[in-house]
């Protein structure tokens, strides 16, 4: 069965520098969200997009954005990164009620 | 807001055993849904099972099956004739009933199966 796709599945990247993360959800999901995972950590919640539009919002910085776009994929845009943004980056995908089906993550590391 | 508690960072069980995760929670909501995920090494997240708050019947999915005290606000994993692919953390997480609202995690327990 086809799963939700991240892309990169590593990146790397400076202080300072820019970031965008894609997720491609499972065929007929209309959510997804995005979750952010420090080392050690448990996943913290930080956007989701419900038929394109934004459901819900948790710890989200300022300079990062996410959208929706017409085909159901998604892309977390990430700014002015720091060190602190070093993490496991994870896209989910559900559709009604069900329940929330996860990529396999980006893991972004900032040097 | 809604919290998940998990009171045990890590607990070890011995292949063919069985062994219970804890998990409470705390919510003002009736309706929700509750769930375990694990994450192996891999760090994937998989779903392992999952809890709608107004079915009284615990759900059960193989070796996996959940003790869900509404009342109380507890939802206990058990694994039974645990084995060595069940070595990962797993989370439990809360989530509100509608489409869209985001899983709340407690802090996972790290579990340990030994041959």
């Known amino acids: 069965a086809a799963g939700v796709i991240q892309s990169p599945r590593h990146l790397i990247k400076e202080k300072r520098e820019t970031a965008t993360l894609k997720c491609y959800p499972i065929?007929?999901?209309?959510?997804v969200y995005w979750y952010q995972q420090g080392p050690g950590q448990d996943p913290q919640f930080l956007i989701s997009f419900y038929e394109k539009m934004q459901s819900d919002k948790g710890s989200i910085p300022d300079r990062f954005s996410a959208q929706q776009f017409s085909d159901y994929h998604s892309e977390l845009n990430m700014s002015s990164l720091e060190l602190g943004d070093s993490a496991l980056y994870f896209c989910?995908?559900?559709?009604?009620?069900?329940?929330?089906?996860f990529g396999d993550g980006t893991r972004l590391s900032i040097l | 807001a809604q919290t998940v508690t998990q009171s045990q960072p890590e607990m070890s069980v011995q292949e063919a055993e069985t062994v219970t995760l804890s998990c409470t929670y705390d919510?003002?909501?009736?309706?929700?849904?509750l769930f375990w995920y694990k994450q192996p090494p891999s760090r994937q997240m998989i779903l392992v099972i999952r809890?709608?708050?107004?079915?009284?019947q615990n759900a059960t999915e193989n070796r996996f099956s959940v003790n869900f005290q509404k009342a109380a606000k507890s939802f206990s994993l058990k694994i039974s004739d645990s084995q060595l692919g069940d070595a990962a953390m797993y989370f439990c997480a809360y989530r509100r009933p509608n489409s869209g609202y985001a899983l709340n995690f407690g802090k996972g327990t790290s579990l340990l199966v030994t041959p």
């Open positions: 919510t003002s909501e009736s309706d929700y849904y």
């Open positions: 065929p007929r999901h209309d959510t």
């Open positions: 989910a995908s559900s559709s009604l009620n069900q329940p929330q089906h």
């Open positions: 809890q709608e708050a107004y079915k009284q």
